[in-house]
């Protein structure tokens, strides 16, 4: 866990299970949290952290879409409003992925690692993804499901102290419930997994209803609209500037390319879904795990007649 000072108005944690981030933002007026570490025990190391930064309560928690690896902290913001996406789940749904379910899925997803090893995945990678993925799994001890009560859409705004928020619809992108957070007088853009670091290729949720059409249109409007001298909170990764949305652009427009040229030729998904291969971003962290299905969701999102 490591916190950094951006400012006296900013500050941002970065945990270790795949550099994700929870950023704190002063208002004069109370705190406001976007996303939490990606486990309890990780948002509560840092809790002194933001003690030390600021003596404003928190008030506010933003979830920039509800995987647990965002969301896994919010139970200790008691006291504070927890925000999420319109389409976030609410306590009356079973539709969430960040409660017991989501142990589940996790454990399942680290025995397929475990038994199932990628061959061509060099082990360093392979070991990084295990253990990410335990320390996911160590974070549910104790864990209560606390999701969002307040149910923002796009243009939702915060205003407390002197600082605006504004909560932007980016769905459907990583997921279907992704909200992109901007502070205009700090120059900021909290992404949330819609935009990764460097190194990292851009993950589409299938599962949790994410698009790589939805995620490259966004990324062009962010492209065209953010001031150049934008910060960038990406979800996992090094923070950075418009370059980081390039960067997932590159693979994006790559990916639907290929797709394109490849139907064109009058091959079939069957053909090309393990075999289509970007090799610019072959070494990408990710890319291994999520490649093959953003294959098939490029195929299927851009059939002819949808
Ligand atoms: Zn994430």
Known sequence: MHPARVSDRLLVITGDYLDEHMTVVATGDG????????????????LPAIAAFSREPV??????????DHTAGNQLFTGATIVGHRHAPRHDQ???FD?????????QFIQQLETNPDHARPAARHRCYLDAYRTLLDGFVGFRHTPPVVLAAGGTGLALGDIRIELEDAAPAHTD????????ALDLL?????VLGAGFVPVAHAIHGGSVT????VLERLAASLPPATRIIPGHGAPGGLELIARQQDYLDALLDAVGQARAQGRTLEEIRDSLQLE????????????????????RETAPGD
Not at 59 to 68: G, L, S
Not at 177 to 184: I, S, T
Not at 214 to 217: C, D, E, I
């Open 214 to 217: 939805g995620m490259r249109a």
């Open 99 to 107: 409660d017991p379910q989501s142990v589940a899925d996790i454990q």
């Open 190 to 194: 909290v992404a949330g997994d819609t």
């Open 59 to 68: 008030r506010f928690v933003i979830n920039t879409h509800c995987d647990a």
């Open 31 to 46: 705190l406001v949290v976007i996303d939490t570490l990606a486990t309890l025990p990780a948002t509560r190391a840092a």
């Open 94 to 96: 079973e539709r969430v």
């Open 177 to 184: 419930a992704d909200l992109l957070v901007r502070v205009p």
């Open 280 to 299: 610019p971003f072959r070494d990408h962290f990710m890319y291994d795990l999520v490649h093959a299905i953003h294959v098939e969701m490029a195929w």
